[in-house]
């Protein structure tokens, strides 16, 4: 399992773009990217995920450069209820049942 | 959609005492898994199962067993439960996908051990 590494925190002010990167030097060709993001007191939800290049749903994107070592997951127009802890994990679907959760990004938005 | 539900949201035991938490899944998923989450130290895994009577440790089982008899269902078990199990329990149900497994996760229940 390709290891993680992502800032321990961030701060942003509300309406501002959040970037959050993730790296993962040990990716493998078969991983993907996972992002999940979790409020106090409730479970992790997962919130895109990605092979290469861009992918953007309503929540978030999430930009893969090509060499895929890190990526990026951005937020745009962050409010108060962004405050979470974002997770980066990376894996694949071959014959891999786990996934391994590091300590994640703590963001907090200030009014 | 997928529904993850945990038997209770807070549970306060004492020393010693067998504790069984409970998770149900309702979207017919094979996988399911156990964690922990304590200050600092992100989550961590304990045991998955990839079908029923089946099981796997995690990153770290000591402490603890699981039980899978129905698919929908997976137990954790605290054989005697100690100050150093309080913690938040997460229980998670995921499909397999070409990007490895989208877990949706319960919403935790928060063990305090006396």
């Known amino acids: 399992l390709a290891k993680t590494t992502q800032p321990i925190s961030m701060d942003s002010y509300e309406g501002q773009e959040v970037n959050i990167t993730c790296s993962h030097n040990n990716i493998a060709t078969n991983d993907y990217i996972t992002w999940y993001q979790q409020f ?12 290469k290049t861009k992918v953007t749903n309503e929540v978030a994107s999430l930009f893969i450069p090509a060499d895929r070592k890190s990526s990026t997951l951005s937020l745009p127009r962050v409010s108060l209820s962004d405050t979470a802890v974002y997770y980066c994990l990376v894996g694949s679907g071959a014959g891999s049942y786990q ?5 994640g990004t703590k ?3 200030i009014p | 959609d997928v529904k993850v539900t945990q038997s209770s949201r807070y549970l306060v035991k ?3 005492e067998k504790v069984f938490l409970e998770c149900v899944q309702d979207m017919d998923h094979e996988n399911m898994f156990w964690y922990r989450q304590d200050p600092g130290l992100g989550l961590r895994l304990i045991y998955f199962s990839y ?4 099981k ?3 990153d ?5 067993s699981v039980s899978r008899e129905k698919k929908e269902r997976f137990s954790l078990i605290l054989e005697s439960a100690s100050t150093n199990q309080t913690s938040m329990y997460l229980c998670a149900s995921s499909f397999p996908g070409p990007g490895g497994e989208t877990q949706y996760f319960g919403p935790g229940t928060r063990l305090l051990v006396l």
């Open chain 1, 40 to 51: 106090p007191s409730q479970g992790p939800r997962f919130i895109i995920q990605g092979y």
């Open chain 1, 99 to 103: 996934l391994t959760f590091g300590k």
């Open chain 1, 107 to 109: 963001l907090s938005v």
């Open chain 2, 14 to 16: 004492r020393t010693g």
């Open chain 2, 51 to 54: 079908d029923v009577k089946m």
């Open chain 2, 56 to 58: 796997e440790k995690g």
């Open chain 2, 60 to 64: 770290i089982p000591e402490g603890y």
